[in-house]
C-alpha cells in the first residue's frame, strides 16, 4: 500500500509518522513545496527575534529523522490530482501514484489589491524565505509599516517591536484582532500598542505603496495620511491551498469539505489542517480552524483511518490564545455569543483586564479575556463539558471572574 501526503507541515509529518506505526510494511511518501525541511510557520517569530535559528523551527531536529522512520521526503509543487488514476502531477513534470492520499497543503497569504505590494522591500512573514527578508530589513529604529492588525498579524508585531523598528500598523476594519475580539477588547490591545510606541490606524486601508525618497517607501493611507517605511509587512489574511484541485472533484468550499473521519467525497483521499473544512465542536457546522493543534489532531485522525483504524474527529473547540507585546488574550469557543442567548462582562480599562463570558440557555459557550492568565484552562473545561451551570450562571453574570468557583461547584459537588 502506497499513502502520499502532500504537504510537509504539521498536519503532514504526524500524519506520515502515524501511518508508519500503524502500517510499518507500507509505503509513505511525504511531498514538501518549499525547499525546507518540514518546519512549524508558528515558530517564525522566535526566529525573527533570535531566539531560535532556523533550525530551531525545524518539526523534526533529529537528523535523518525521516530516512530512519521509513518516510520518503522529496521536495516538489504539486500542481495537479487525477483521482481516477490515482495520481499525482509535479511542476518538474514528474509524477507520483497512491493508494490512498492525505491532502494536507496548509494556506499561503492573501495579497491585498494594493497598487505597489510587488516592490523591493514589501514581503509577506509566512516561510522562511519571508523571515529572511524581513531580517535583512528590519533593523533597529528603522521605520516598517505592518499591513493588517488580525491574529497572524499581531504575532508578527510582536516579533518587530522585539527587533526594536519604529513600527506602524494598518487595520481596515475597526479594531485590532477583528475576528477575535469585541470592540472593547480590541481597544484595550490598541492602546497597549500605542503605549509600547506603535502608531496604530484602525478602519483604514494601504491605497499605494510606490518608491519614496532616501531609498525608503512610501505608504499611502486612505485616511489622508502617508507614512515612510524601510519595509512593509502585508498580514491581511490567509486561504486554503487548494486551487491546483479544481476541476478534481473533490468537494471544496473554503477548504476541502471532510467528513469526522477526515475523509473527502472521495473515498481514498483525506484532508487535513488549514486546507479542510471540517466539524466544529460547537454548533454542528463545518470550518477551517487554521491553528497547529487542530491540524495536528487532523493528520493524527486521517492516518488512523486511511491505515484501516476507526477513528473519529469530533470537532474543533475554536481557541485563541494571542500574546501582543505581553499582553495575553484568550477567546474560546463563541466567544461573541450565539442566538438567544446572554453574556456578562467585566471590564478595568486601567489594568488592561477584560472578561467576557457568553452563554446559551444553561451552559457556557463562548469566553474572551485579556490581561488575565490565571485559571483561563477552567473556561475550556466548562465550554468543552457543556456543564449545566444551575444557580451559577446567575452568579458569573454578576461577577465573571467567579470561573474557577464555578468550575469546583460544577464539576465536584
Known sequence: MTYVIVGAGPAGVVAAETIKE???DSEVLLIGGEPEPPYSRMAIPYLLIGQIGEDGTYLRKTEGHYDKA????RQGEVTGLDPAAKTLQLADGSS??????LIATGAS????PVDGLDLPGVH???DLADARKIMELADPDEPVLLIGAGFIACIILEALIGRGVKLTVVEAQDRMVPRMVDEAAGDLIKRWCEGKGV??????????????????????????ESQAARLVVVAAGVKSNTDFLLGSGLDMDDGIVVNHRMQSNLPDIYAAGDCAKGPNFLGGSWSVHAIQPTAVDHGRIAALNMVGKEASFHGSLVM???????????SFGAWDGVEGGESASTLDQDAFRYTKLSFDDDCLVGALCIGRTENVGVLRGLIETRVALGPWKERLKKDPNRITEAYIACNYQ
Not at 521509513?70 to 521526503?73: A, C, D, V
Not at 507520483?96 to 492520499?101: P, V
Open 199 to 224: 502608531t496604530v490606524h484602525t478602519d483604514t486601508r494601504v491605497s499605494k505603496v510606490e518608491q519614496g525618497d532616501g531609498g525608503l517607501l512610501k505608504v499611502t493611507m486612505d485616511n489622508g
Open 320 to 330: 485563541n490564545v494571542l500574546d501582543t507585546a505581553g499582553l495575553i488574550t484568550v
Open 96 to 101: 507520483e501514484a497512491y493508494d490512498k492520499l
Open 124 to 126: 509577506h512573514c509566512w
Open 109 to 112: 497569504p492573501i495579497r491585498p
Open 22 to 24: 500503524n502500517a510499518p
Open 70 to 73: 521509513g518516510i520518503r521526503y
